[in-house]
């Protein structure tokens, strides 16, 4: 857990939620603040730590990439069959 500053904003895991972990080639985690705003935590294998905020679109299509059904339906709800 961590707090970095990023454009003048204090991003917090500690106070976020963690919505996904994915480890491949490093480490990427999806976070949203508890004010509603969606950024990610980029680990590179060196250990080299990088934030990125996201908009929400960002954090569908991140979490659509990874096919987790079950996360993008309990943050946007429930997915229209085909």
Request: with cysteine; hydrophobic share 35%.
């Amino acid at each position: 857990m961590a707090r970095y500053i990023h454009e003048n904003k204090v991003y917090d895991t500690e106070k976020s939620e963690l919505v996904l972990k994915i480890e491949f080639l490093g480490i990427v985690e999806l976070y949203k603040s508890n004010k509603g705003n969606w950024f990610k935590v980029c680990t590179n294998p060196l250990g080299s730590i990088k934030i990125y905020p996201t908009s929400e679109e960002g954090a569908k299509y991140f979490i659509a990439v990874r096919n987790d059904i079950e996360v993008y339906e309990k943050y946007f709800g429930k997915l229209e069959e085909a």
